[in-house]
C-alpha cells in the first residue's frame, strides 16, 4: 500500500493526461541505435522496497540549538522503481539518502526496507557519491571486487562478478588500469560496476553525476537506464538538476527549503528510452522547474538574511 506524502499527488497537466502508461515501455519506433528497455511485469506490489513513514530529522548545530532538516515525510519507494529526488541546496536530500542507507538514525518516524526496519547499514542498500571513493593504489578490477571481498564473497564468485559487471559498464578493456588512467565518466562506472557487484536491492545516487560534462552526463544517463533496465534495482537518485530527474525517474518527488518535506510527486510516464534534449522532456521539467524555483527563492533569501545577521 502506497503512503502519500501529506501534500497530495498531483500531477501536472501533461503529466497527468499521460497517466496509466508504464514508465519503462518503450512506445516508440526504435532507431537502430536506439537500446530498448526491457519492460518488466506490473507487478502487484504489497510491500514497498523503501518506505518513509513520517521522518523528521534534527541535527545539533555548533551552536548548540537543533537545525530541522527533514519534517514528517512520508513516501513509498516500489521494487524496481527509479524514483528522482530533486530539491534546492540544503533541502536535506543527503539527508534523506543517509537515512535510508542506514547511516544515521532519524528523530522520528520509521525507515523501512522490505517492511522492516533500518537499524543501521546493510547490504541490501548502497549509496554512491559523486565523490566516488575508488581506491587510486587499486586496478580497476580490484576497486569492483572490493566491495565483493568485504561481503565475503569467493574468490571464484567475484572473479565471474568482476567481468560480468565490468562488462555491463563497457570497461573490459580497463580491467588493469588505474583509476587516474581513466575520464571521469569512466570512473563513474566503475563505481557503479563496484555498487552493482555487491548486488543491492537499492541504489542510493547522490548527486552521482553533477560534476561531469554534458556529453559524459548524457552517455552515463543512457547507461544506467539500461543498467536499470537489466537488472531491476530500485534506485533512489537525488540531483537539483530538473532535467536530468525527468529523463531518468518514473517519479520526481519536489522537496521544499528547510526543513524538507515532500512538496509534490511527479509521476513521469513519457516513453523509455529518454533524452535530456527531448521536448517532452524539457516540457515536464519546466513545470517541475516552476514549483522549485519558489523553493531556490526562499533558499536564497534564507542565505541572503543571515548574510544580513552577520
Ligand atoms: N552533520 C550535520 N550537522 C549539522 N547540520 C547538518 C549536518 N548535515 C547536514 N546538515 C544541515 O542539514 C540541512 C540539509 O543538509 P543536506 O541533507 O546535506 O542537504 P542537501 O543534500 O539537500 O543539499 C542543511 O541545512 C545542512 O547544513
Ligand atoms: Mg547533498
Known amino acids: 500500500m502506497s503512503t502519500r506524502p501529506q501534500n497530495a499527488y498531483s500531477p501536472v497537466g501533461p503529466v497527468a493526461a499521460r497517466g496509466g502508461v508504464r514508465a519503462n515501455v518503450y512506445h516508440g519506433k526504435p532507431a537502430s541505435s536506439v537500446t530498448m528497455i526491457p519492460v518488466r511485469p506490473v507487478s502487484e506490489v504489497v510491500v514497498p522496497k523503501v518506505s518513509l513513514d513520517g521522518i523528521s530529522l534534527s541535527y545539533k548545530t555548533t551552536s548548540g540549538e537543533r537545525l530541522l532538516a527533514l519534517d514528517n515525510i512520508s513516501l513509498s519507494v516500489q521494487p524496481g522503481e527509479f524514483l528522482c529526488v530533486v530539491g534546492p541546496s540544503g533541502c ?7 537515512l535510508i542507507a542506514g547511516l544515521h538514525p532519524q528523530t522520528s518516524g520509521k525507515v523501512l526496507v522490505d517492511g522492516r ?4 547499514p546493510g547490504t541490501d542498500r548502497l549509496m554512491i557519491f559523486q ?3 575508488l581506491f587510486p593504489w587499486l586496478t580497476v578490477g580490484q576497486n569492483v571486487e572490493f566491495g565483493m571481498k568485504m561481503k565475503n564473497i569467493s574468490k571464484a564468485e567475484r572473479e565471474e562478478k568482476t567481468q560480468h559487471y565490468l562488462r555491463l559498464v563497457h570497461l573490459s578493456k580497463f580491467r ?3 583509476t587516474h588512467q581513466l575520464s ?5 562506472r566503475v563505481a557503479l560496476a563496484r555498487a552493482l557487484a555487491t548486488e543491492p536491492d537499492v541504489l542510493l545516487m547522490d548527486e552521482p ?6 556529453q559524459t552526463r548524457d552517455l552515463l544517463h543512457d547507461e544506467l537506464e539500461r543498467i536499470w533496465g537489466e537488472t531491476g534495482r530500485t534506485i533512489i537518485f537525488v540531483t537539483h538538476n ?4 525527468v529523463r531518468l525517474g518514473d517519479r520526481v518527488v519536489l522537496m521544499t527549503f528547510r526543513p524538507g518535506r515532500v512538496k509534490q510527486e511527479f509521476p513521469i510516464v513519457l516513453p523509455r528510452p529518454r533524452h535530456i534534449e527531448e521536448t517532452d522532456v524539457a516540457r515536464t521539467a519546466k513545470e517541475i522547474l516552476s514549483c522549485l524555483r519558489e523553493e531556490i527563492n526562499k533558499s536564497l533569501e534564507a542565505e541572503y538574511a543571515d548574510e544580513k545577521n552577520r
Open 92 to 98: 536535506g536530500k543527503s539527508t534523506l539518502l543517509h
Open 117 to 120: 526496519a533500518v537499524d543501521g
Open 131 to 133: 565523490e566516488l571513493g
Open 176 to 178: 588493469d588500469s588505474y
Open 184 to 188: 571521469g565518466g569512466m570512473r563513474q
Open 209 to 214: 553525476f553533477a560534476a561531469l560534462d554534458a
Open 242 to 245: 530538473v532535467r536530468e530527474a
